[in-house]
């Protein structure tokens, strides 16, 4: 039986706190270690995943090399969408591997991490270009929206009820195949990929992101 070091990430501070996206990385980790060895230490990252400097991964990595341990996490994403990153990480000596892929060579991650790398960079150039289309429409962006400044707090309640009722309806055919896609444990980024792959765009009129996807799946 192998010593495990398990680590998790999730993106947002919020996230975090209330242990959203944590409980199905554990899961997915416990799965892994069932008749392969037992987790003896666990990290939780709470952090972007563009960035690099990582002082809980650095604490996994220190703890899986002195326990001669294999570092562990839910999914590839976890780490990071960067291939650099990923090939420096392969190259620290500690051994690690994937929940959702157990036993991967190191070919076929680096060209996994390219793949997630190229969505990544991908999603944000939609999303920019998509940006900067609404603003030279005069299309109000956050909270230069008129209905977002000096509203009471009843008001805000009745906005907030009808706007989820709004998009309820606005997602209504599309919300069952973005269930059954992520049970099937496709990522958020390729959900958002293969919806604006389909021209669907979000209730602002937005191409869709990992996070648009994921707030309508919490939404829900």
């Known amino acids: 039986m192998k010593k495990l070091v398990a680590y998790y990430r ?6 975090g706190r209330s242990g959203l996206g944590l409980e199905a990385q554990r899961s997915a980790i416990q799965g892994y270690a069932e008749g392969r060895g037992q987790v003896m230490a666990e ?3 709470v952090e972007t995943g563009k960035r690099s400097d990582r002082p809980k991964l650095a604490e996994a990595l220190a703890q899986a090399r002195k326990a001669r341990a294999t570092l562990v996490i839910a999914k590839l994403d976890r780490l990071a969408r960067n291939v650099h990153f990923i090939s420096g990480l392969m190259e620290s000596g500690v051994p690690f ?4 892929r157990p036993g991967a060579d190191p070919f076929r991650l680096h060209i996994e ?3 997630a790398e ?3 960079r991908k999603i944000s150039q939609r999303t920019k270009e998509a940006l900067k289309a609404a603003k030279r429409r005069g299309v109000p962006l ?3 929206r008129k209905e977002c400044r000096n509203l009471s707090d ?4 009745r906005g907030a009820k009808a706007t989820k009722a709004k998009a309820a309806a606005f997602y209504a055919d599309v919300l069952p195949g973005i269930r059954e896609r992520r049970a099937a444990g496709a990522t958020l980024d390729s959900i958002a990929g293969e919806l604006n792959a389909a021209g669907r765009v979000t209730s602002r009129g937005l191409p869709f992101t990992a996070t648009a996807v994921h707030r309508l799946l919490r939404r829900e």
């Open 113 to 115: 991490a390219a793949i």
């Open 142 to 144: 956050g909270a230069s």
């Open 10 to 15: 999730v993106s947002t501070q919020k996230q």
């Open 43 to 45: 990290f939780t990252e």
């Open 97 to 100: 591997d994937c929940a959702d």
């Open 154 to 157: 009843t008001a805000r309640r």
């Open 118 to 120: 190229e969505e990544a």
